[in-house]
T-cell receptor
């Protein structure tokens, strides 16, 4: 049972490049989330999904897009990366009782 | 706007000390408060407190929810170096689907 798996774990991009982060969960959870974590800022919600085919904006959605075509997968896309998007990205899924389970994070650097 | 504030932001103690971490919140229609521990990678779940479960304990860690003061404390007794981590507090409101996180408390336990 892998839980929540994120790929890639590390990536370096140049300004203007695009990329997609993949999150997969094998716990059959309905709710999935993408957070970013920056020093001194805690975890900030980018986008979330309450079920297959649905997505919604969180606190800091600008510059990101998401898709939830399959229940187990939640993709986070950067269409034109900017240095301000340098961060550690965490995906999470949520159990019905409320707890979030996190992936191990994806460290993205935009030069 | 929902708000979660943790204090202190950082703390250094000696092994064996007892520490108290604080979390205060302002949310509409409070549903639950969760504590997470984050070492090098993914945050891991510690406790969830709700209106029907305001006190939790696991080994040397315990947490209490004060609904009147809109706050929670996380206590760690007889601290060990392995307790060094960032402790995150998150609050869920009935009106939303996502957890709002505080900025975290960075705890360092020295030998």
């Amino acid at each position: 049972n892998a839980g929540v798996t994120q790929t890639p774990k590390f990536r370096v991009l140049k300004t203007g490049q695009s990329m997609t982060l993949l999150c997969a969960q094998d716990m059959n959870h309905e709710y999935m989330y993408w957070y970013r974590q920056d020093p001194g800022m805690g975890l900030r919600l980018i986008h979330y999904s309450v079920g297959e085919g649905t997505t919604a904006k969180g606190e800091v959605p600008d510059g990101y897009n998401v898709s939830r075509l399959k229940k187990q997968n939640f993709l986070l896309g950067l269409e034109s990366a900017a240095p301000s998007q340098t961060s550690v990205y965490f995906c999470a899924s949520r159990r019905n009782t409320g707890e979030l389970f996190f992936g191990e994070g994806s460290r993205l650097t935009v030069l | 706007e929902d708000k979660v504030v943790q204090s202190p932001l950082s703390l250094v103690v000696h092994e064996g000390d007892t520490v108290t971490l604080n979390c205060s919140y302002e949310v509409t229609n409070f549903r639950s408060l969760l504590w997470y521990k984050q070492e090098k990678k993914a945050p891991t779940f510690l406790f969830m407190l709700t209106s029907s479960g305001i006190e939790k304990k696991s080994g040397r860690l315990s947490s209490i929810l004060d609904k009147k003061e809109l706050s929670s404390i996380l206590n760690i007794t007889a601290t060990q170096t392995g307790d060094s981590a960032i402790y995150l507090c998150a609050v869920e409101a009935n009106s939303g689907y996502a957890l709002n996180f505080g900025k975290g408390t960075s705890l360092l336990v020295t030998p």
